[in-house]
């Protein structure tokens, strides 16, 4: 019997949609990184991301990106936590992905997972239905195990577990975070950590007139920030009136600034909209970083890439970031101890913080690439496409290598 005269992928393009919610943050960095790295590969892509999240900036980021975006830009509302509206948007994504023939959905975070992997995309012979590939970005990983949260995301992973063809993990602690609590993947997986340019290690030049501490991220409860006031506090009582800049946004930015005031911290804090990190690291003698919960965190990544004094806690992807240097992390919740480690960091010789952050930083550059993490993405299509349709792909070729350049 002849076989079927589908054709094969081999020698394809991909046509790869990235499915995710909010145009911010690390999330919106990872995509960004991987649409251009794809576009430069000779794939076309296309994002797909909520309206109402972002503001003027994340429209201006992605009116920057749209020379790498042959499949261009689709907007609708997202809701953050499940709601009726998801039953219009998986419509919306079907839709779009059958209009653009894409043969790739990749949703980032939970509610990218899900638009992604449940979107019933019909197929056809001329083209075979999408490969779902996932990248968790923490979220739903993160809360607490045994809660009723996490119990039910837990739950619902499992379910789309099974339409799922590749996972692409971007730290090992989520992977193992799936592995107990959702169970070994039955499809294809990859650990692919978040990357970084070349451009990225130049090292940072202090600004005049630094303020003593930097934070730069989202303002809410779960990145630690009480307990950096409750440090900040404490190292005032020691005599130390330390200076702290804050920048970024978030829902509670109120809740934050009345604990400062409280705090009699009011004139030592100060408090910034976001903005490009590199700045503002320059602004800041010390990065503190106190999350409660993270999963391969790009802030770290930048600012240790940078040179950065950092100060950070012992949560998630972290250590994977400071290897050797993983002991150096301070607890979580911990206000004491985080001030005790901002304080040591402080009192260095510049000669010894040179030397150490140096150190940290060459770790970083020999291990997060953000080559590898475009190639290793690739990869990870490649294989999901062999195993389904390992008669139609006898030999699909190896993903176009991606050249290296500075981001």
Request: a positive charge; glycine letters at 8%.
């Amino acid at each position: 019997m002849v076989a079927s005269a589908r054709p094969s992928r081999a020698a394809q393009a991909d046509r790869i949609l990235h499915v995710f919610r909010a145009p911010i943050g690390g999330l919106f960095r990872h995509v960004a990184d991987l649409a251009r790295l794809q576009s430069e590969a000779g794939h076309k892509v296309g994002i797909v991301c909520d309206s109402s999240t972002g503001g003027p900036r994340a429209e201006q980021a992605l009116r920057d990106l749209m020379p790498w975006l042959a499949l261009g830009v689709n907007r609708f509302p997202m809701r953050r936590n499940p709601h009726v509206s998801d039953l219009a948007a998986l419509t919306a994504v079907r839709g779009l992905a059958e209009r653009l023939r894409a043969t790739v959905l990749h949703g980032h975070g939970a509610k990218g997972g899900i638009y992604a992997r449940l979107a019933p995309v019909r197929a056809d012979e001329a083209l075979p239905a999408p490969i779902r590939a996932y990248t968790p970005h923490g979220g739903s990983y993160n809360y607490r195990p045994g809660s009723l949260l996490h119990r039910a995301y837990m739950a619902a992973e499992g379910v789309l577990a099974r339409r799922t063809d590749v996972f692409l993990f971007e730290s090992a602690y989520v992977a193992a975070r799936h592995r107990a609590f959702v169970g070994e993947p039955r499809c294809q997986m990859r650990i692919v950590q978040n990357g970084l340019g070349e451009a990225e290690f130049v090292p940072i030049v202090a600004a005049d007139a630094p303020y003593d501490l930097v934070y730069v991220g989202e303002l809410r409860e779960a990145k630690g920030i009480p307990w950096l006031l409750d440090a900040l506090a404490a190292l005032h009582a020691q005599g130390r009136p330390l200076s702290l800049l804050m920048v970024g946004s978030g829902p509670d930015a109120e809740r934050l600034q009345a604990q400062a005031a409280r705090l009699g911290l009011a004139d030592a804090v100060t408090f910034e909209p976001p903005q490009p990190i590199r700045p503002a690291l320059a602004r800041g003698r010390v990065m503190v970083v106190p999350s409660l919960a993270e999963s391969l965190p790009y802030v770290v990544l930048e600012a240790a890439a940078a040179r950065q004094p950092l100060v950070a806690t012992d949560v998630g992807g972290i250590p994977e970031i400071f290897g050797p240097r993983a002991s150096d992390l301070v607890p979580a919740r911990d206000a004491v101890a985080l001030a005790t480690a901002i304080a040591r960091v402080l009192d260095m010789t510049p000669e010894s913080r040179d030397a150490l952050f140096s150190e940290l930083s060459l770790s970083v550059q020999a291990r997060f690439s953000m080559t590898k993490m475009g190639a290793d993405v690739l990869s990870g299509y490649a294989a999901a496409a062999a195993v389904r349709m390992p008669q139609s792909l006898p030999a699909r070729s190896a993903p176009v290598q991606i050249a290296s350049k500075s981001a």
